[in-house]
């Protein structure tokens, strides 16, 4: 990572390219401190996390209710599975024309629009986990006198967990990649706004260290989550269990 | 009361339109604290009949009862111990598995008497100092004593064997078998117990059920071969030479209804005037 910004100062010292569209790394990290000084970007991260938080939220209520469904009947696995052929290939992005329509642009097309970009790939993921859970297991469930919710709660959903871990993985990533990309499509009503939104303006003023600033906030977060998160929530479970390498 | 009891159990899987006959009129009946041996060519309906008795699978026809009540879905006085090696639950620890199992069957037990008695039944399969690794630490013969302690701790009526041994190597496999009888003599459990595999069956069982292909029975055999059984011993010789013929016929389908019109040969397994050994 150090070599990285090694580089990146040295090219930007040569002047190959105008210094406004490719500015040193040391601006860069000026800018940030400034920003952060200024209290723009704590607003606007917290303001994006707050989104994906209630999109993602939503996403896995959905999602479980959906496996549930499925799980029972098999006329919803059907539907579930048509469902997700057709709409998983969908990039999320592309229904925002759609959403904006409905709902106007604001809080709700974005947090709709992190819902559905997430629930695909976490369905996909917990509903596999869910369907190969091994039969011994469930058997061994019954026959302790387990049914219903108590087998899912004490059999199906820990023995499902390093899918469920997988998908809400991918979930987290596909739910970041719909809110910044949103915020960029039309900005955000008045005041609001998150990362997405910062990039967008500071482009639009050509504070190009700003930008770049941004894009440092965006993936250390992305680096936080998992490895503090995920990682953290995968060795204290599946690792520890012996249950990762499946 | 018997313990357990078969009455003309039959069990027709329909796949598609296919109609495959798994049991045919299976009967017979266990008395408590019997270790009842099933042998079987395989696709001999041998571990279909310990699944309806699990009451993880239904009889087409017949019922099963056990001490006296009608079996409709699985409960914990017939504990299952699988072929399986994955039928620990990963997310507990040795100890922690055989106290969900303990806790599920007795909720009214405080947590002390609980923890004790999981130690205690960790004792009996020689694994009190394994109480707190996961599964995925064991061995496979570790991973089957630890399952076999689950299932005892629950306090079964009757224990359910499906070949718990066939996935390991021979010598842990010997070890396992004299071990389960040492459990078995000292907990006194009805056991029904699957294998192909005769010398365990010989080593093990009050009873063996020789099943045929197409899941009829072809001899229900009291094994009279004095306890402990040595595999030198010249009566062993005997009895496994009679039931390897036995399961030799047990390979072909019966022609007709024949062979089950005749019904199942019922005599013990050696004969005073065969072994030669003193027999009672």
């Not at chain 1, 947090?111 to 011994?136: D, E, K, M, N, Q």
């Not at chain 2, 070890?175 to 040492?182: F, H, P, R, S, V």
């Not at chain 2, 056991?191 to 009829?216: C, Q, W, Y």
Request: proline letters at 6%.
């Amino acid at each position: 990572m150090c070599l990285l910004a090694l580089v990146w100062e040295f090219l930007a010292r040569l002047h190959l390219w105008p210094e406004l569209l490719f500015p040193p790394f040391s601006s860069v990290v000026a800018s940030l401190v400034d920003e952060i000084a200024q209290g723009e970007i704590a607003g606007r991260t917290w303001y994006s996390l707050s989104l994906i938080g209630a999109g993602l939220s939503l996403a896995v209520l959905a999602s479980f209710l959906a496996c549930a469904l499925a799980m029972m009947f098999p006329a919803c696995a059907d539907a579930l599975s048509a469902l997700m052929a057709v709409l998983h290939p969908l990039p999320a992005i592309a229904i925002l024309p759609v959403l904006l329509l409905w709902f106007k642009t604001g809080r709700h097309s974005i947090v709709l629009l992190i819902v559905f970009s997430a629930f695909w790939p976490l369905t996909a993921s917990i509903h596999a986990g869910l369907r190969s859970v091994p039969l011994t297991q469930i058997e061994v469930g019954k026959n302790l006198g387990l049914k219903g919710l108590s087998l899912v709660g004490n059999v199906m959903l820990p023995a499902a967990l390093p899918a469920i871990i997988a998908g809400l993985r991918v979930g987290w990533a596909r739910a970041w990649q719909a809110s910044v990309a949103a915020e960029m499509v039309f900005g955000a009503s008045g005041k609001d706004g998150g990362l997405g939104w910062f990039l967008y303006k500071k482009r639009y003023f050509l504070e190009v260290p700003a930008v770049f600033a941004g894009m440092l906030v965006i993936i250390a977060i992305g680096l936080l989550v998992e490895n503090l998160l995920f990682k953290f929530l995968e060795r204290h479970t599946i690792e520890r269990w012996g249950m990762s390498s499946e | 009361m018997k313990q357990v009891e078969f009455r003309q159990v039959s069990k027709v899987f329909a796949t598609g339109r296919q109609k495959i006959v798994a049991l045919r009129d299976v009967s017979f009946a266990v008395e408590p604290g019997e270790f009842w041996t099933i042998v079987g060519p395989s696709g001999s309906g041998k571990t279909t009949l310990l699944r309806c008795l699990a009451g993880l699978e239904r009889p087409t026809s017949g019922e099963i009862l056990v001490a006296g009540r009608r079996v409709t879905a699985p409960g914990r006085d017939r504990m299952m111990v699988f072929q399986d090696l994955d039928q620990l639950f990963p997310w507990r620890t040795v100890l922690g598995n055989i106290l969900f199992a303990l806790r599920l069957a007795r909720p009214d037990m405080g947590r002390k008497e609980c923890s004790d008695l999981a130690h205690s039944y960790l004792q009996l399969v020689g694994l009190e100092d394994y109480a707190h690794l996961y599964p995925h630490q064991l061995s496979g013969g570790m991973k089957q004593r630890v399952a076999i302690a689950r299932a005892l701790g629950v306090q079964p009526a009757v224990l359910l064997m499906d070949e718990p041994f066939a996935s390991l190597d021979a010598i842990t496999r010997a070890g396992l078998t004299a071990e389960l009888l040492n459990i078995w003599s000292e907990t006194r459990v009805t056991v029904i117990f699957v294998t192909h595999n005769i010398e365990e069956a010989l080593i093990t069982a009050d009873h063996i059920v020789v099943l045929a292909r197409g899941g009829s029975v072809r001899a229900l055999l009291p094994n009279n071969l004095p306890r402990p059984r040595q595999v030198d011993d010249p009566a062993f010789a005997v009895a496994r030479q009679r039931l390897h013929e036995l399961l030799g016929q047990a390979q072909t389908l019966p022609e007709g209804n024949a062979a089950h019109e005749r019904g199942p040969e019922a005599h013990p397994l050696v004969r005073p005037a065969a072994g030669g050994a003193h027999l009672s």
